[in-house]
């Protein structure tokens, strides 16, 4: 094999499950003899159970199709474990940075499929805190895409928390507070006792009878007057 495509992924995966015999039976890991041409992979194998192959090509295919491409070559990062992980790596080239995914598990794994973007930087074990390739507070001064020096990494982080969390601080909370309080009336609604909602969902007991208290009736005036 010259190079590891996405393509690669999706044949070994597939010519793996075609090999399943008994329905019982594990279909065999997704071995990846990795190319002696990367640097980072030189003389690396990653063993994954088929329908892990078949989600990172899929990942890769939803999550890093704009900029990097799609097809690869992808290396795998030193420290990947020879069965059950690996960091899959594409090199960054010209405007587009480093892309870093680490996959595992499988659908027997307690852990189920997992996969996570991480942070760009080579070696760096800390999720990519806005989408694929981008840093983490550590690597904020790694160059950004077109080679510049600014505070790139920083600024698409921070804008990606405020997406998450509200700019303001104010509007987020608030947006939590409806699904939760959907969620605590319809659960309770559904049959589910209300300490086994607090619980499952963290929240305090008295928040929860707070949700579920029915709101004053505007026609009878403030019930707490
Ligand atoms: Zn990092």
Redesign the pocket.
Known sequence: MESVLTRDLIRLATESIDRLGAAEELPDPVVLELPDTLPLSRGRTVEWHPLVALAVAGHICRYWAQGAGPRGPFAIEAGSSPAGWATLVSPGNGSCPSRRLQAGGGPWSPSGIWITEL?G?PR?T?PAPAGPGS??P??FGDPGPSGGTGPHWADLAARAWGERHGADGREHPRRVAERLSRLVKQAVAAGMPKEDVAAATGSRRAAVAEILRPAPDPEQGDEWM
């Open positions: 942070c930087h760096c800390e840093r983490c550590s690597h």
